[in-house]
């Protein structure tokens, strides 16, 4: 058995080392990020409106260039507005609110180029009009790359600055020469190689972040697995020996969960079952029985309340634990699981399958160990099988405890 848990707990590993984050976690991821940060990115445009307003204060088409600057403004504003909406609205509306958001990029991308347009005719002749074209270019340059992990808005606003950009290149060619057509034939594959390298960048953190999570997710199931195995039997799915005792003890300094009571519950004749009948039988009447013990202690039961621990104690027995419960009604519960099991059927046995048990029952003494308590459960447990079996046995403590 630990041979097969551990080649499963390898396989489980080797598993969680080749998972990799899908390209649509990825998208998602990035979408979310983009969302977040991207109003910082907004509010930092108000440095080149600023510095442009300024400058344009020293030229002749100033007021051109206030209303560009007033409407990129609004753009950028509404993309904002949009944004917001974005990171509130369901899954299924987010593709038209992104459509419209790629237009707004759109928008505020060709009205970036138009404001090269109050400049255009006194380039290279005029101090301020050169430091307006740097600006618009650094100002286009940083938009693509924060703009950059989404890929369509990035290419909506570049087509706007283009489609605007080249026109007017085009247009003042005899003023300007043909330095500045050539840099703004350049500019778009610069941006969009720039822009491909911040995205690449960009995806590779949001993988690796991914598969960190689901490492560590995959890390904190095994362990979660790990300990159940460690704290469980590997057939009923009880609590183990070890796992019950360590219970136990945490219970017993509880002082709220006084008073305490044991039952302990070995099947009679499990041996010939397991001889007329199959291992195979003889495992499915314990699954049988430990459903049983465990759904006493479940949050349904009158007697139990919920609030004890079942366990596997040997080959064919089991032990309750049953807080604030005194003697009388741990010998309730424990008559009416006696009744419950000689009940118990399944279609995988023969119909001359009868199982039954034998129950010692006591109180859990506060200044008495567990394996003392568990010795009187298990002295009272062989009463019964003494008497003839398939009963309930008080231990040593009965008439103590019944004076209490």
């Not at 002749?125 to 703009?147: K, N």
């Not at 605007?164 to 060619?173: R, S």
């Not at 598969?211 to 095994?222: F, P, S, T, Y």
Request: with cysteine.
């Amino acid at each position: 058995m630990e041979m097969l848990i551990t080649a499963r707990s390898i396989d489980a590993a080797r598993a969680a080392s080749e998972s990799r984050a899908t390209e649509a976690e990825v998208d998602q991821l990035s979408q979310r990020n983009f969302l977040q940060h991207i109003a910082l990115a907004n509010v930092i445009n108000i440095i080149p409106f600023a510095l442009v307003a300024i400058c344009s204060l020293y030229l002749r088409n100033w007021g051109l260039m206030t209303t560009l600057i007033a409407l990129n403004a609004g753009s950028v504003f509404a993309m904002f507005l949009v944004s917001r909406r974005l990171q509130r609205c369901a899954e299924e509306k987010r593709q038209a609110l992104w459509n419209v958001y790629d237009c707004l990029a759109f928008v505020s991308g060709a009205i970036w180029a138009g404001m090269m347009y109050p400049v255009m005719d006194m380039l290279g002749r005029d101090i301020v009009s050169l430091f307006v074209c740097v600006v618009i270019i650094v100002s286009i340059a940083v938009t693509s790359i924060v703009v950059a992990s989404q890929w369509r808005t990035f290419l909506s606003f570049l087509a706007g600055v283009m489609l605007c950009l080249t026109p007017q290149t085009l247009a003042y060619l005899d003023t300007i020469g043909p330095i500045p057509l050539i840099a703004t034939i350049g500019l778009a594959p610069a941006l969009i190689a720039l822009a491909h390298s911040m995205r690449v960048q960009n995806r590779l953190i949001i993988r690796t972040q991914l598969e960190k999570q689901q490492l560590a997710d995959d890390l904190a199931h095994a362990l979660a697995a790990a300990e159940y195995l460690a704290n469980r039997d590997s057939l009923t799915g009880l609590y183990n020996r070890r796992a019950f005792e360590d219970l136990a003890g945490r219970i017993r300094n509880d002082g709220a969960a006084n008073p305490l009571s044991l039952i302990l519950v070995d099947l009679d004749h499990f041996k010939s079952i397991n001889d007329q009948h199959g291992h195979a039988i003889g495992d499915s009447v314990l699954k049988k029985t430990a459903e049983l013990m465990s759904n006493a202690i479940g949050p349904f039961d009158l007697v139990g309340r919920g609030d004890g621990a079942a366990a596997r104690w040997g080959g064919e027995e089991f032990i309750l634990l049953l807080r604030n419960c005194a003697l009388e009604q741990a010998a309730e519960l424990a008559e009416k699981l006696r009744e419950s099991l000689s009940g118990l059927r399944d279609p995988s046995w023969s119909d001359g399958l009868l199982v039954t048990g034998s129950f010692g029952v006591v109180q859990w003494q506060e200044d008495s160990p567990l394996h003392m308590a568990i010795n009187q459960a298990d002295a009272a447990m062989y009463e019964a099988k003494n008497a003839g079996r398939n009963r309930v046995h008080l231990g040593a403590n009965r008439l103590a405890a019944m004076t209490l």
